[in-house]
Nanobody
Framework: QVQLVESGGGLVQSGGSLRLSCAAS??????????MGWYRQAPGKQRESVAS???????NYADSVKGRFTISRDNAKNTVFLQMNSLKPEDTAVYYC??????????????WGQGTQVTVSS
């Protein structure tokens, strides 16, 4: 099975920084990650994509976080990071790690972490 473990959320003041981590592991089959990313969902809002990165290093960011957030990865450890700087109250949400990977012979993009709360106060 595939497991995603997230960490790094917390409470921070506006303008502060947090660094999220997500480590993926698998057992019982081959596991080759194609893309890793972060989604977030605020109360009363739809879940939205924040950032993603491929195993080759190509990145994408939501317009709302460009210039403030940086996604990176350690392919050897199947780990993705999200460095969040200049945080704003509107960044407050539960952040979910997402992975698209070949597990066994199948590609799936519905591997999710449990979510980590990020709260930014004014």
């Amino acid at each position: 099975q595939v497991q995603l473990v997230e960490s790094g959320g917390g409470l921070v003041q506006s303008g502060g920084s947090l660094r999220l981590s997500c480590a993926a592991s698998a057992s019982g089959n081959i596991f080759n990650i194609i893309v890793m990313g972060w989604y977030r969902q605020a109360p009363g809002k739809q879940r939205e994509s924040v950032a993603s990165i491929t195993s080759g290093g190509s990145t994408n960011y939501a317009d709302s976080v460009k210039g403030r957030f940086t996604i990176s990865r350690d392919n050897a450890k199947n780990t993705v990071f999200l460095q969040m700087n200049s945080l704003k109250p509107e960044d407050t949400a539960v952040y979910y790690c997402n992975v698209g990977a070949v597990y066994g012979l199948q590609f799936r993009n519905d591997y999710w972490g449990q979510g980590t709360q990020v709260t930014v106060s004014s």
